[in-house]
T-cell receptor, first 113, second 114 residues
Framework: LAKTTQPISMDSYEGQEVNITCSHN???????ITWYQQFPSQGPRFIIQ???TKVTNEVASLFIPADRKSSTLSLPRVSLSDTAVYYC??????????????FGSGTRLLVRP | NAGVTQTPKFQVLKTGQSMTLQCAQD?????MYWYRQDPGMGLRLIYY???????DKGEVPNGYNVSRLNKREFSLRLESAAPSQTSVYFC?????????????FGPGTRLLVL
């Protein structure tokens, strides 16, 4: 299984850049890496997705090294509203070719004033 | 356009009781998923349906059954609830199966089994 490992929690201050790293040593060749954000009492919502190198959108950047065994979510200039749990998701193709989607344990980000 | 809806929002059961959690999406998505999230933990996939008429086990299927009633609806059934099934259950959908698709989540159903 393509298990993922993330830091349990991180603290930051408003205006700082936050980098959250996810390890996925057994990622499959065709798998993509996706990050989700979850606020309390809500379902997760999509942040960003990538396969290799760097991807950037209006809210975050995703850095993936050549070996793809890890990825780093970068949140520029965080605000209090970025306090949430962040999940790294990697698809896992089993021998029967079915996808078993596995979320990481999540990183609880606390942004302080 | 409501996206993904779930009913009920909250339920209390006694051990051994049965119930069905309902999920519906109005985005014409082919694939649907059921997850559970225990307090302070990440999401774990229970079952998924890659397309109408198909269902497959996820990471933690024991104690659950699912039905893909039609393209819009995907229900999760607990035949004999156990305290270990106390959790928040999330339904999600994607245009098609696969990790490259963005998952759209419902608001969740909070289940307490006494």
């Amino acid at each position: 299984l393509a298990k993922t490992t993330q830091p349990i929690s991180m603290d930051s201050y408003e205006g700082q850049e936050v980098n959250i790293t996810c390890s996925h040593n057994n990622i499959a060749t065709n798998d993509y890496i996706t990050w989700y954000q979850q606020f309390p009492s809500q379902g997760p919502r999509f942040i960003i997705q990538g396969y290799k190198t760097k991807v950037t959108n209006e809210v975050a950047s995703l850095f993936i090294p050549a070996d793809r065994k890890s990825s780093t979510l970068s949140l520029p200039r965080v605000s209090l509203s970025d306090t949430a749990v962040y999940y790294c998701l990697v698809g896992d193709t089993q021998m029967d070719s079915s996808y078993k989607l596995i979320f990481g344990s999540g990183t609880r980000l606390l942004v302080r004033p | 356009n409501a996206g993904v809806t779930q009913t009920p929002k909250f339920q209390v059961l006694k051990t051994g009781q049965s119930m069905t959690l309902q999920c519906a999406q109005d985005m014409n998505h082919n694939s649907m998923y059921w997850y559970r999230q225990d307090p302070g933990m990440g999401l774990r996939l229970i079952y998924y349906s890659a397309s109408e008429g198909t269902t497959d086990k996820g990471e933690v299927p024991n104690g659950y059954n699912v039905s893909r009633l039609n393209k819009r609806e995907f229900s999760l059934r607990l035949e004999s609830a156990a305290p270990s099934q106390t959790s928040v259950y999330f339904c999600a959908s994607t245009p098609s199966a696969g990790v490259t698709e963005t998952q759209y989540f419902g608001p969740g159903t909070r289940l307490l089994v006494l």
